[in-house]
């Protein structure tokens, strides 16, 4: 990594930090952020991240203004647009950093059904705190005091892993938790003969 020139590394990601960023000026330049993208591309980022909804209710839609820090608009639209932006960004390795806290439950979960149809050549990293955003995840590293604990899918997880069962048991119930683990249980008993 430390050999590719560092614009040419930008290129190939797009990112969303967890604390939304947003510039003055309007929600198309928002999302674009240098880019040259059509409002089609836009919108089309903008659905996926579930911020179309109340992006297209205002009076401006696309050309609605944007205050400094973004501070005419909630917490949870403020993430979607900056999660928009990521997504716009069209890279081959998108990083979501903690980016869905701020949403409620329904919309976590419609935005990653919508990243997992519409993404799925790209690379996703994310990182998250809620176990429901990262279920479906091909890997998951469970992480402590800045050490890896823990690595495997949500079922194998929850098997084998105190902390991240803790976690899970935080957030889920027992009988949800039970469910998932005879989910992977049978998951992985059918396709152990198939390679």
Do not use: C
Not at 91 to 116: C, G, N, Q, V
Request: net charge neutral.
């Amino acid at each position: 990594i430390s050999k590719i020139p560092q614009a040419e590394l930008h290129d190939l990601i797009g990112y969303a930090p967890q604390k939304a960023m947003l510039f003055s000026g309007d929600i198309r330049s928002n999302v674009t952020y240098g880019s040259n993208l059509s409002d089609e591309q836009i919108i089309d980022a903008l659905k996926i991240a579930q911020a179309w909804d109340f992006v297209e209710k205002l009076p401006n839609d696309l050309s609605e203004e944007v205050s400094q820090g973004g501070k005419n608009f909630s917490g949870g639209q403020k993430q979607r647009l900056s999660i928009a932006r990521a997504i716009a960004k069209n890279a081959p390795i998108m990083i979501f950093d903690d980016s869905f806290s701020a949403l409620d439950y329904k919309t976590d979960s419609l935005l990653r059904a919508e990243l997992s149809v519409k993404t799925k050549g790209q690379t996703k990293f994310i990182v998250a705190q809620r176990v429901a955003s990262i279920v479906k995840a091909d890997q998951i590293i469970v992480l402590e005091n800045g050490k890896i604990e823990a690595i495997g899918k949500h079922g194998e997880l929850l098997k084998t892993s105190e902390l991240y069962r803790e976690i899970a048991s935080s957030q889920l119930s027992d009988e949800e938790i039970a469910a998932q683990i005879a989910a992977f249980d049978k998951n992985k008993s059918t396709t152990k003969g198939i390679k």
